[in-house]
């Protein structure tokens, strides 16, 4: 899978120390102090974000933005953004910044360990650790955040108080006598490791101009605790039971309308994946299942219809073709005709005259899905 990515350069120079990526999920605030360049970059923002909506949905958007950037901005952040999901139907959020912190004693010259020694101190009920990147090793501070949300901007119309989920890692780049502070936080908290995982994979892109690390990308210490940066992508477990025979029901299906005689190869195994959807949006952990198989010792002139048979059989059940190519490969979804239990199942299959063989896979809903268009998030 090719991952999409936004290269963030952390400082405004020409040949910035600290680079890092951020998966296309997320939406980049624009951080500027000009009060009429920021309002208008804000409503460019919000039509990008719900290209579907409308100028009350839009304004709103704005509206709840503007103080939300203004304190950034006035905090010196070199980037900040956000994203919004689905996650298993309920709507979801979190937000990352960076910047560079020189407000520490002795900045110039902290390791990791000194960082982490220093934030214990600073604040013994949070977890402090100190972990490995790729590009070296980091102090990470995991602290809920209360924030009081002025009347304005929620729901109510009355002030309320909001309870963050926040990860902070301090990198320190001592070649440059700086350290670089990149923090995610989420109202979200039921989704923690959703976000945790993610974060972990945008922190683990830092790059640092000049220096050369042999650390190799994933390994790093833990964090014990509800609130924990991942040991590293985590094997992907075994999928769900139901999710399994959910899939073998499907494959069943699609062998009864290919109706070819042969010998079938595996099959027996379903397995988790990260669908390429999420894997763009950097996650890596499961959030689908797949189940593989092929026939073969077919007859060429059985192969020839094999296809075509099952695309009508599923087409007739209001599934649809994603993807066809020179009549030998296919992939099909159910559409919004097919039965709601069958809604997110694909598959793709091909054959191999030459070889004889009809290779299938289906796959299951991904649980993680876009946000819809009408949802609002300041």
Same mark, same amino acid.
């Given at each position: 899978?090719?991952?999409?990515?936004?290269?963030?350069?952390?400082?405004?120079?020409?040949?910035?120390?600290?680079?890092?990526?951020?998966?296309? %999920?997320?939406?980049?605030?624009?951080?500027?102090? !000009?009060? &009429?360049?920021? =309002?208008?970059? /804000? *409503?460019?923002?919000? +039509?990008?974000?719900?290209?579907?909506?409308?100028?009350?949905?839009?304004?709103?958007?704005?509206m709840?933005?503007?103080?939300?950037?203004?304190?950034?901005?006035?905090?010196?952040?070199?980037?900040?953004?956000?994203?919004?999901?689905?996650?298993?139907?309920?709507?979801?959020?979190?937000?990352?910044?960076?910047?560079?912190?020189?407000?520490?004693?002795?900045?110039?010259?902290?390791?990791?360990?000194?960082? %982490?020694?220093?934030?214990?101190?600073?604040?013994? !009920?949070? &977890?402090?650790? =100190?972990i490995? /990147? *790729?590009?070296?090793? +980091?102090?990470?501070?995991?602290?809920?955040?209360?924030?009081?949300?002025?009347?304005e901007?929620?729901?109510?119309?009355?002030p309320?108080?909001?309870?963050?989920?926040?990860?902070?890692?301090?990198?320190?780049?001592?070649?440059?006598?700086?350290?670089?502070?990149?923090?995610?936080?989420?109202?979200?908290?039921d989704?923690?490791?959703?976000?945790?995982?993610?974060?972990?994979?945008?922190?683990?892109?830092?790059?640092?101009?000049?220096?050369?690390?042999?650390?190799?990308?994933?390994?790093?210490?833990?964090?014990?605790?509800?609130?924990?940066?991942?040991?590293?992508?985590?094997?992907?477990?075994?999928?769900?039971?139901?999710v399994?025979?959910?899939?073998?029901?499907?494959?069943?299906?699609?062998?009864?309308?290919?109706?070819?005689?042969?010998?079938?190869?595996?099959?027996?195994?379903?397995?988790?994946?990260?669908?390429?959807?999420?894997?763009?949006?950097?996650?890596?952990?499961?959030?689908?299942?797949?189940?593989g198989?092929?026939?073969?010792?077919?007859?060429?002139?059985?192969?020839?219809?094999?296809?075509?048979?099952?695309?009508?059989?599923?087409?007739?059940?209001?599934?649809?073709?994603?993807?066809?190519?020179?009549?030998?490969?296919?992939?099909?979804?159910?559409?919004?005709?097919?039965?709601?239990?069958?809604?997110?199942?694909?598959?793709?299959?091909?054959?191999?005259?030459?070889?004889?063989?009809?290779?299938?896979?289906?796959?299951?809903?991904?649980?993680?899905?876009?946000?819809?268009?009408?949802?609002?998030?300041?």
């Amino acid at each position: 899978m090719t991952e999409a990515v936004a290269e963030v350069a952390l400082g405004a120079d020409e040949d910035p120390p600290v680079t890092f990526r951020v998966p296309p %999920a997320f939406f980049e605030y624009p951080l500027t102090a !000009d009060p &009429e360049a920021l =309002v208008e970059d /804000l *409503a460019d923002l919000a +039509a990008e974000v719900y290209p579907e909506g409308d100028d009350e949905l839009w304004l709103r958007f704005v509206m709840m933005s503007i103080p939300l950037v203004s304190e950034m901005v006035e905090a010196g952040m070199s980037y900040a953004g956000f994203c919004l999901l689905n996650v298993e139907g309920q709507r979801s959020t979190a937000t990352v910044t960076a910047t560079f912190v020189d407000d520490m004693p002795q900045v110039k010259t902290m390791t990791a360990k000194d960082l %982490a020694d220093h934030l214990a101190a600073e604040s013994p !009920d949070s &977890e402090v650790e =100190v972990i490995t /990147l *790729a590009a070296g090793e +980091a102090a990470v501070r995991l602290a809920p955040e209360v924030r009081r949300l002025p009347g304005e901007i929620t729901d109510s119309g009355r002030p309320e108080t909001l309870t963050l989920g926040k990860i902070s890692v301090f990198f320190p780049v001592p070649d440059h006598g700086e350290i670089g502070l990149f923090e995610l936080s989420t109202p979200c908290l039921d989704d923690w490791n959703l976000y945790s995982e993610l974060f972990f994979n945008i922190v683990n892109t830092i790059e640092v101009t000049g220096r050369q690390t042999d650390t190799p990308a994933g390994e790093h210490s833990s964090v014990d605790g509800p609130m924990a940066l991942p040991q590293s992508p985590p094997p992907l477990p075994d999928p769900d039971p139901a999710v399994a025979q959910a899939l073998f029901w499907y494959s069943s299906r699609l062998m009864d309308a290919a109706a070819l005689r042969g010998q079938v190869h595996g099959g027996q195994q379903v397995e988790s994946i990260t669908c390429e959807t999420c894997w763009a949006k950097g996650l890596r952990s499961a959030c689908s299942a797949r189940h593989g198989w092929s026939i073969g010792s077919v007859m060429s002139g059985d192969l020839m219809h094999a296809l075509p048979r099952a695309v009508a059989a599923f087409a007739s059940r209001g599934w649809q073709t994603e993807t066809e190519s020179a009549g030998n490969r296919a992939r099909v979804r159910a559409g919004d005709e097919a039965p709601e239990q069958s809604a997110g199942y694909a598959f793709s299959a091909s054959v191999d005259g030459e070889a004889g063989t009809f290779t299938a896979e289906v796959t299951a809903p991904c649980s993680r899905a876009a946000a819809a268009a009408d949802s609002l998030f300041g």
